[in-house]
C-alpha cells in the first residue's frame, strides 16, 4: 500500500523479516534514539523488517561505494548511480550538491528517506482505520524513533512489535570488506562463501563525527543470518543469556548495544577451535567467556566490526564511560549467578504480565475498533502464530518474505531457496 502511494518502493521488492527488534542487536543501528518499550508490558513479540527503498544488483564485481566524506563502516549514495526515472522519483528525498562545474549531485538522505517513511505508513494506516476489514491487526501504537518507524500490532491476543527501517539494498559484496574474504573462518567447509556474500545493506545510521543528513551505514544482516547456522547451540544460549545481561546492566549510558556482543561471538568463533565451541555441556563456560571478552573489549576501547575489522566500533567513546562499564561488567564477573538469575526474573514476569493481559483479553466482549464486532471472545491468532513457527522451527535460516501490492492479503514467504 505504500508503493502505491507515490510508487517510490520498487514493485518487486523483497523484506528481510529479523527474529528480534532493533534494541535486540539485529542490525547495527544506534539505540539512544529509540524509546523504551519493555516485553510484557508493551509487546510480547519482536521483529525487525528492512524495506528497500532502493535495489542495486550485482554487476559481478566487488562494489566500490562513495567513502571519501565518511567514517570507516559508513558511505553517503549518489543516485548519480541511478536512471533519470529513480532520481525523479527521490530526489525530493535527497541533499543537494552543486559542483564547480553546474552540474548537481542528488545525495539519497537517510532522515528524508525516513520523514517520507513514516508519513507514507500514516498515510496507510490511516485509510485501513477508516475501512476496517475482518481478520485485520489492531494499530496499537505507531512512532518514529530517529530513521525507524516502530509499529505494534495487536493481532488476537498478540502484541507485535516491528521495528521498521527503510534501505539500501546491494546484491554482491562491498570492495572496503573485500579483504575480510581472504582470511580463514569458522564457517569455511559450513556454508557457501556465495551464501555469505549474497548481498549487504546500507541502513539509517551515522558515524560519531558523520553528517545525518547523508550518512548511510553499511549492514551485513543477510550475512550474519547465514552465520548464525554455524554457531553450536550452546554458544547461542550464551550469547542470549549473556545479552540478558548486558542490556539492563549497560544500558545507561548506551555505548555497548547488543550488537557489539553479536560482533564479539563471532570473532570468538574465528579465534577458538570448533572442537572445543560444539561443546554441549560448556554454555557456562562460554558465557564467562563473553564476559570476558566484553570486559577486555571496554578495557582497551575496541571492538572491531567483524566485516570491517579496521572499522573500531568503540572508538568515539570516553575513557570516562568505558570504565564505568568495565566496572559495572566487573560487579557481574564476581558473581554471574546472581545477575543472571535476575535477568531470568525479568523474563519470567514479563511472561506472566503478557499471560495475564491474554487472559483478561480473553474474558473482556469490547470488539476490537478493527473488526466487524463479529465472535470477539475469540481472537484470531494465526498470523501470529505462523510468524512465531517460522522464526522457531528454521533457527538460523534467511526468511524473506513477498508481497504483491495488488493483493495484500497474500503474502509469500522464502526460507533460504524454497518458496511457499
Not at 121 to 127: D, K, T
Not at 267 to 289: I, K, S, T, V
Request: aromatic share 8%; net charge neutral.
Amino acid at each position: 500500500m505504500v508503493q502505491k502511494l507515490d510508487q517510490k518502493l520498487p514493485v518487486a521488492n523483497e523484506y528481510l523479516l529479523l527474529s528480534g527488534g532493533v534494541r535486540e542487536g539485529v542490525v547495527d543501528l544506534d539505540l539512544d534514539e529509540l524509546n523504551v518499550y519493555a516485553r510484557g508490558t508493551d509487546y510480547d513479540m519482536d521483529f525487525t523488517l528492512l524495506v528497500p527503498a532502493l535495489k542495486l544488483h550485482d554487476r559481478n564485481q566487488p562494489v566500490t561505494l562513495d567513502m571519501r566524506h565518511s567514517a570507516l563502516c559508513h558511505s553517503w549514495l549518489s543516485l548519480r548511480l541511478f536512471d533519470e526515472g529513480t532520481i525523479s522519483k527521490w530526489k525530493d528525498c535527497c541533499t543537494i550538491v552543486d559542483h564547480i562545474n553546474g552540474a548537481t549531485n542528488y545525495f539519497f538522505s537517510p532522515t528524508k528517506v525516513a520523514d517520507w517513511f513514516y508519513d507514507s505508513i500514516s498515510i496507510v494506516l490511516s485509510e485501513i482505520q477508516k475501512k476496517p476489514q475482518r481478520g485485520m491487526p489492531k494499530v496499537e501504537k505507531v512512532e518514529k524513533n530517529g530513521t525507524i518507524i516502530s509499529i505494534i500490532l495487536g493481532v488476537g491476543s498478540s502484541r507485535m512489535l516491528y521495528d521498521i527501517v527503510p534501505v539500501v539494498s546491494f546484491k554482491g559484496w562491498p570492495a572496503v570488506a573485500q579483504s575480510w574474504l581472504m582470511e580463514n573462518h569458522f564457517w569455511d567447509g559450513k556454508i557457501t562463501e556465495e551464501e555469505v556474500i549474497s548481498g549487504f545493506y546500507l541502513v539509517p545510521a551515522c558515524s560519531y563525527k558523520g553528517k545525518k543528513d547523508n550518512e548511510w551505514r553499511l549492514s551485513f544482516a543477510r550475512s550474519e543470518v547465514q552465520l548464525k547456522k554455524c554457531i553450536s547451540s550452546s554458544l547461542m544460549q550464551a550469547y542470549q543469556a549473556c545479552k540478558a545481561i548486558i542490556i539492563k546492566l549497560l544500558s545507561r549510558p548506551k555505548a555497548i548495544s547488543p550488537y557489539h556482543l553479536r560482533s564479539m561471538m563471532l570473532w570468538a568463533c574465528d579465534r577458538l577451535p570448533a572442537n572445543y565451541l560444539a561443546q554441549e555441556d560448556y554454555a557456562a563456560h562460554f558465557l564467562l567467556g563473553l564476559i570476558d571478552d566484553l570486559q577486555h573489549c571496554l578495557v582497551n576501547k575496541m571492538c572491531p566490526n567483524y566485516f570491517i575489522p579496521q572499522c573500531n566500533m568503540l572508538e568515539h567513546l570516553s575513557e570516562e564511560t568505558v570504565m564505568l562499564h568495565a566496572r559495572k561488567l566487573s560487579s557481574v564477573r564476581s558473581d554471574p549467578t546472581e545477575h543472571l538469575r535476575t535477568a531470568i526474573e525479568h523474563v519470567k514476569a514479563a511472561n506472566r504480565l503478557t499471560l495475564e493481559l491474554q487472559r483478561r483479553g480473553s474474558t473482556t466482549s469490547i470488539p476490537s475498533p478493527q473488526s466487524d464486532g463479529g465472535d470477539s471472545n475469540q481472537p484470531d491468532d494465526r498470523l501470529a502464530k505462523k510468524l512465531q513457527q517460522l522464526v522457531t522451527e528454521n533457527p538460523g535460516k534467511s526468511i524473506s518474505v513477498f508481497i504483491n501490492p495488488d493483493d495484500v492479503t497474500r503474502p509469500h514467504f522464502r526460507i533460504d531457496d524454497k518458496f511457499f
